[in-house]
């Protein structure tokens, strides 16, 4: 039978905390199977170099009846892997979960019960994050300047523990885009979206596969994947420049005529110069963001390729890209 609840978890190189995470993980699940929730687990290996996949192997033979298995033949990242879980899912909510146990799996029955409400998209804010002080406050600050461009209210987008509803799910496995951020994808997708706050732990072992690289790719992704507003933006600051930039010349030339030719001024023409070729970099750079989604985009290549899926013969198992 389908089960009403499919979560759906990334796993990338977490051999050290994979136990912790079944101890808790499925207890925590069984409990709600008791209250009528039947359920099933997607675990999506994104080419792990460790003992991962093993130990998920090892997993699905113990619990074949709600386990599986998706395994990548190389490392595509976080969102690849959920969109590649989606596409295994068969339950009309979809929790996705972190495998480091910073998001306790107690908690997702808090969202299958908001669920059950009537929303079809349920995001959560940590209630006390327990990470480093640097991290905490650049996602706050990123998370308002990307509210600002994109208006997609997610209060804690660094947090994995979110639910969606079957609705949602099938729209988003509808879309082919190579770069995307799943909760803000769903997010313009959910016709009736909440937040609820939910505990937050220290992770269990292993460390953070988010970079600064990776966190700063992750915020360009989110601008330029859900609006044009930098664009526009950066326009109006062209033009803003071109017209300071004609009467900034009409002084000097008028100043040229009155007082003859200054070399006073030399260092600040130098500073206006430099500071208009950064902008100018920093343009090309912000459209280079926009050329390079749309080469990605209509290369048509696969966004991920599946070595195998580990799940019991009773399936069936919906196609992946």
């Known amino acids: 039978m389908k089960p009403e609840l499919s979560v759906v978890i990334p796993v990338y190189n977490e051999e050290a905390g994979l136990a912790k995470l079944f101890e808790r993980l499925y207890p925590a699940l069984d409990t709600l199977a008791a209250r009528g929730v039947s359920y099933e687990v997607v675990f999506v290996n994104d080419g792990s170099r460790d003992n991962t996949a093993v130990i998920l192997s090892d997993q699905f033979r113990l ?37 480091d146990l910073q998001n306790p799996p107690e908690e997702i029955g808090a969202l299958v019960d908001k669920m059950r409400e009537g929303y079809d998209y349920v995001g959560s804010i940590r209630r006390k994050r327990q990470d480093s002080a640097w991290r905490t406050y650049a996602s706050k600050a990123m998370n308002r300047f990307r509210e600002k461009i994109t208006r997609i209210k997610i209060t804690d987008q660094g947090n994995m523990l979110r639910a969606y509803g079957r609705n949602v799910i099938d729209l988003i496995n509808q879309c082919s885009e190579v770069n995307t951020f799943v909760p803000a994808l769903a997010y313009t997708f959910s016709r009736k979206p909440t937040e609820i706050i939910v505990e937050h732990e220290e992770r269990s072992a292993g460390e953070s596969k988010y970079s600064i690289y990776s966190l700063i790719r992750l915020n360009f992704d989110l601008m330029t994947g859900f609006s044009i507003m930098p664009l526009q933006w950066f326009s109006m600051l062209g033009m803003i420049l071109s017209v300071l930039s004609g009467g900034l010349v009409g002084l000097l030339l008028i100043r040229r005529f009155i007082f003859g030719a200054e070399a006073e001024g030399l260092f600040t023409l ?52």
């Open 63 to 99: 619990r074949p009846d709600v386990t599986r298995v998706v395994l990548f033949n190389g490392n595509y990242g976080q969102h690849m892997a959920i969109l590649a879980g989606f596409e295994a899912t068969r339950g009309d909510i979809v929790v996705t979960l972190d495998a």
């Open 270 to 321: 130098f500073a206006i110069a430099f500071f208009m070729m950064g902008v100018i970099l920093f343009g090309i750079g912000l459209l280079g963001e926009y050329v390079g989604r749309i080469y990605q985009q209509v290369r048509g290549r696969p966004r991920y390729v599946v070595q195998t899926i580990l799940q019991d013969v009773s399936i069936d198992q919906p196609q992946s890209d």
